[in-house]
């Protein structure tokens, strides 16, 4: 076909080789031909050849439609050969696939190890390339492809965490001068949520938009204002005077036209603490408002300075010789009340009680990023969910970033990671670095050594997988099978099965506080791991759970671990959770027939 195409036969027709050479790159352009189609018509004849050559027109328009967001990595200027482009992306695209293809039997009973993505840290490809085929693979449409999003997410967080903490490394060995707290604030903000879209740029625009409302209100006020000038914020303003101006204009324009305030209906919210959340939200605690106040009036030629008060983080703006040491030379803003101004006095009212000298002195940008990962660790420690452990696990990575040594974080993660029964190998690293820089922790360090040994050495043992088959005598009694929706009776949560038990093989501990004996069966009646819609697992009595009525899918983060596809009235398991229950399906689909057979099947 494509020779057919290429030549103008012999009745005198046009064929594409006598086409105008626009005209004819257009045709090639075209959106229904694929990479292969263009393959086969450049080897034609030469003047095809020539119209599809590795660095023309035609295989960047094929780069282009196949994944339209890699064109940010390229300039116009550059010299690129489009078609080995294609095939390095698309060569990434079978490798990430082949990776997370295998993630699910490697990993599907622990949670990944340290070294479980030493393979993806050693690509042959841009990390760019292999990125972007997991966001096609998370993008992915429909309700199928849960166990690939599920592990395409973990290593994506992986590898963008590893990028943001080289970032931050690099950050925090500038000068300080060099050091932006708006970046900082970013960097803790990407870390924490390295799948959202966050990035300085938008954040500063976002700021810079703000910063040119400041500007049209001072305009009303002193239209030869300084800071209205093209390089406002190059040069400090020196009159105090023109420096107030400044302040009370941000103060109408956050306070009072965008309504930013503190948030003290939901101050212990993580969301908080991001930056770009209090950009969208308009709200934040003291230390992330004032993040935000503090990048403003620089902007605008003022200089205002971070200050660690306790309980309440401050700004303080100078009133008297610039670098002086007299606290009473400065008015303290508090950005979280509406940017206030305060005396030192005013400051001890605040929060209730008198501190020293030392707490009103500035502070540097580390030790400001300090302090938001301060926070963030505290959050994370006032629940035990998933979620605060993730927000816990990526705080402790933040601040050892920033003191690799501090042995009483060390000792916390090493006890985070124990508690969660995942990366033995590495808490035993960390034990031994806690070791060789403060030998009297040796009690502690032994005893989580001994344990972790011990977990070390039962993992070993394991055999592999343990099978439930349904037909054997002891399972006669489970009714329910993995993959249907369930109601929880008491508590009315919808929930998933992804594993029973013919009884409760918990501890006599659990048995006793979640009190089962008070159930008609106690726990002498099967027993089933269930995820739950709020995102936490839980282990439910068969007596407590009934067929849901309207089953719809479960927003669990987890889903995809152990099930590979939602049909719309339940779950399909994935291959590693059939091979510990393969007679279940069958039971999960006669019961969905039976239950829901007028419904969507």
Same mark, same amino acid.
């Given at each position: 076909m494509?020779?057919e195409?290429?030549?103008?036969?012999?009745?005198?027709?046009?064929g594409l080789?006598?086409?105008?050479?626009?005209?004819?790159e257009? #045709?090639?352009?075209c959106?229904?031909?694929?990479?292969?189609? #263009?393959?086969r018509?450049?080897c034609?004849?030469? +003047? /095809?050849r020539?119209?599809?050559?590795p660095?023309?027109?035609?295989?960047?328009?094929?780069?282009?439609l196949?994944?339209p967001?890699?064109l940010?990595?390229?300039?116009?200027s550059?010299s690129?050969?489009?078609?080995?482009e294609?095939?390095?992306?698309?060569?990434?695209?079978?490798?990430?696939?082949?990776?997370v293809?295998s993630?699910?039997?490697?990993?599907f009973?622990?949670?990944v190890p340290?070294?479980g993505?030493?393979? #993806?840290?050693?690509?042959?490809?841009? *990390?760019?390339?292999?990125?972007?085929?997991?966001?096609?693979?998370?993008?992915?449409e429909? +309700?199928?492809?849960?166990?690939?999003?599920?592990?395409a997410?973990? #290593? /994506?967080?992986? /590898?963008r965490?590893?990028?943001?903490?080289k970032?931050?490394?690099?950050?925090?060995?500038?000068?300080? %001068?060099?050091?932006?707290?708006?970046?900082?604030?970013?960097?803790?903000?990407?870390?924490c949520?390295?799948?959202s879209d $966050?990035?300085?740029k938008s954040?500063?625009?976002?700021v810079?938009d703000?910063?040119?409302?400041?500007?049209k209100?001072?305009?009303?006020?002193?239209?030869?204002?300084?800071?209205?000038?093209?390089k406002?914020?190059?040069v400090?303003?020196?009159?105090?005077?023109?420096?107030?101006?400044?302040?009370?204009?941000?103060?109408c324009?956050?306070?009072?036209?965008?309504?930013?305030?503190?948030?003290?209906?939901?101050?212990?919210?993580s969301l908080?603490?991001?930056?770009h959340?209090?950009? $969208?939200r308009?709200?934040?605690?003291?230390?992330?408002?004032?993040?935000?106040?503090?990048? =403003?009036?620089?902007?605008?030629?003022?200089?205002l300075?971070?200050v660690?008060?306790p309980?309440?983080?401050?700004?303080?703006?100078?009133?008297?010789?610039e670098?002086?040491?007299?606290?009473?030379?400065?008015t303290? $803003?508090?950005a979280?009340g509406?940017?206030?101004?305060l005396?030192v006095?005013e400051?001890?009212?605040?929060?209730?009680?008198?501190?020293t000298?030392e707490?009103?002195?500035?502070?540097?940008s580390?030790?400001?990023?300090?302090?938001?990962v301060?926070n963030?660790?505290?959050?994370?420690?006032?629940?035990?969910?998933?979620? *605060?452990?993730?927000l816990l696990?990526?705080s402790?990575?933040?601040?050892?970033?920033m003191?690799?040594?501090?042995?009483?974080?060390?000792m916390?993660?090493?006890?985070?990671?124990?508690?969660l029964g995942i990366?033995p190998?590495?808490?035993l690293d960390?034990?031994?670095?806690i070791?060789?820089?403060?030998? *009297?922790?040796?009690g502690?360090v032994?005893?989580?050594?001994?344990?972790?040994?011990?977990?070390?050495?039962?993992?070993?043992?394991?055999?592999?997988?343990?099978?439930?088959?349904?037909?054997?005598?002891?399972?006669?009694?489970?009714?329910?099978?993995?993959?249907?929706?369930?109601?929880?009776k008491?508590y009315g949560?919808?929930?998933v099965i992804?594993?029973?038990?013919?009884?409760?093989?918990?501890g006599?501990?659990w048995?006793?506080?979640?009190?089962?004996? *008070?159930l008609?069966?106690?726990?002498?009646?099967?027993f089933?791991?269930?995820l739950?819609?709020?995102?936490?697992?839980?282990?439910?009595?068969?007596?407590?759970?009934?067929?849901?009525s309207?089953?719809?899918?479960i927003p669990?983060?987890d889903i995809?671990?152990?099930?590979?596809?939602?049909?719309?009235v339940?779950?399909l398991?994935?291959?590693?959770?059939? =091979?510990?229950?393969?007679?279940?399906l069958e039971?999960?689909?006669?019961?969905?027939?039976k239950?829901?057979?007028s419904?969507? %099947?």
């Amino acid at each position: 076909m494509a020779a057919e195409a290429a030549g103008s036969g012999n009745g005198g027709g046009t064929g594409l080789t006598d086409l105008p050479g626009e005209l004819l790159e257009l #045709i090639l352009c075209c959106d229904v031909l694929g990479a292969a189609d #263009i393959g086969r018509v450049s080897c034609t004849c030469r +003047r /095809l050849r020539e119209a599809c050559q590795p660095r023309g027109k035609v295989w960047r328009e094929r780069f282009r439609l196949r994944w339209p967001s890699l064109l940010k990595y390229y300039s116009h200027s550059d010299s690129v050969s489009w078609l080995e482009e294609y095939k390095a992306r698309h060569n990434a695209g079978l490798e990430a696939q082949r990776i997370v293809a295998s993630f699910s039997k490697r990993f599907f009973s622990e949670h990944v190890p340290c070294d479980g993505f030493s393979d #993806i840290e050693t690509l042959g490809c841009p *990390s760019h390339f292999f990125e972007d085929e997991l966001m096609c693979i998370l993008n992915m449409e429909g +309700r199928k492809g849960l166990t690939w999003k599920y592990y395409a997410k973990k #290593i /994506l967080y992986f /590898l963008r965490q590893q990028n943001i903490l080289k970032n931050l490394k690099e950050y925090l060995q500038r000068p300080t %001068e060099r050091q932006s707290f708006l970046e900082g604030a970013v960097l803790i903000d990407q870390y924490c949520n390295p799948l959202s879209d $966050i990035c300085l740029k938008s954040v500063q625009a976002q700021v810079d938009d703000i910063t040119d409302k400041v500007r049209k209100v001072l305009r009303t006020k002193n239209p030869r204002h300084p800071s209205l000038a093209s390089k406002a914020g190059e040069v400090l303003i020196p009159e105090v005077e023109l420096q107030r101006q400044v302040l009370d204009a941000m103060n109408c324009v956050l306070y009072e036209q965008l309504k930013y305030k503190g948030n003290e209906l939901d101050y212990y919210n993580s969301l908080n603490s991001y930056i770009h959340q209090v950009l $969208i939200r308009r709200t934040g605690i003291p230390i992330s408002l004032s993040v935000l106040y503090l990048t =403003i009036a620089r902007q605008l030629g003022v200089k205002l300075e971070p200050v660690n008060f306790p309980s309440h983080f401050l700004l303080r703006w100078c009133q008297g010789k610039e670098g002086s040491t007299d606290i009473f030379d400065y008015t303290y $803003i508090d950005a979280f009340g509406k940017g206030k101004q305060l005396t030192v006095k005013e400051c001890e009212y605040l929060i209730g009680h008198h501190v020293t000298e030392e707490f009103y002195g500035v502070v540097t940008s580390k030790e400001v990023l300090q302090r938001m990962v301060g926070n963030l660790l505290n959050l994370g420690k006032r629940e035990s969910t998933d979620q *605060s452990y993730q927000l816990l696990r990526d705080s402790l990575d933040l601040y050892l970033a920033m003191y690799p040594d501090n042995v009483q974080h060390l000792m916390l993660q090493a006890r985070l990671y124990f508690h969660l029964g995942i990366w033995p190998e590495k808490v035993l690293d960390i034990l031994q670095h806690i070791q060789a820089l403060d030998p *009297s922790q040796h009690g502690a360090v032994g005893y989580l050594v001994q344990h972790t040994l011990e977990h070390i050495e039962r993992r070993k043992e394991e055999l592999g997988p343990e099978v439930k088959h349904r037909s054997d005598e002891k399972h006669k009694e489970v009714c329910f099978s993995i993959g249907l929706i369930m109601k929880h009776k008491r508590y009315g949560y919808n929930c998933v099965i992804y594993g029973w038990d013919p009884a409760c093989m918990m501890g006599h501990e659990w048995i006793r506080n979640m009190n089962v004996h *008070s159930l008609p069966h106690g726990p002498h009646q099967p027993f089933y791991n269930v995820l739950v819609e709020d995102g936490s697992c839980r282990y439910a009595a068969q007596e407590n759970l009934e067929y849901n009525s309207e089953p719809r899918e479960i927003p669990h983060p987890d889903i995809g671990r152990y099930f590979s596809e939602f049909t719309g009235v339940h779950y399909l398991a994935n291959t590693e959770l059939e =091979i510990r229950y393969p007679e279940d399906l069958e039971l999960t689909r006669a019961t969905v027939q039976k239950i829901y057979s007028s419904g969507k %099947e």
